[in-house]
């Protein structure tokens, strides 16, 4: 597990390293998916060549007239444990070889 806290200046260097040696990385976002961590990570492995599987969470579309608790939206977003935690799950079983 690591944890990216700021991205003024983007830790591309760090993240790269970071990642070379996973097969497989989920970012969590509790915002929305576009131009965040997500996206940093995508732009580090296309730029960098490297071989890891990128699984994103963050919510995807604008909750237009959805209100509800902070555990209510996360879970309606897939943003809680176990969610994250079947989500990564599935996509490292589907990894496996046959």
């Known amino acids: 597990m690591a944890l990216v806290s700021s991205f ?3 830790p591309v260097e760090e993240i ?3 990642l070379d040696s996973l097969p497989t990385v989920l970012t969590v976002e509790a915002h929305y998916r576009d ?4 996206s940093l990570v995508a732009e580090t492995i296309a730029e960098g060549g490297l071989t890891c599987r990128l699984l ?3 919510v995807g ?5 959805e209100v509800g ?5 996360e879970d309606r977003h897939g943003l809680t444990a ?7 799950e599935q996509a490292l079983v589907a990894a496996q070889p046959k």
């Open 8 to 10: 003024n200046p983007s």
């Open 16 to 18: 790269a390293e970071l």
């Open 35 to 38: 131009g965040g961590l997500g």
């Open 56 to 58: 994103r969470a963050a």
């Open 61 to 65: 579309e604008m909750p237009r007239g």
């Open 69 to 73: 608790s902070q555990r209510y939206l």
């Open 82 to 88: 176990p969610h994250l935690a079947r989500q990564l």
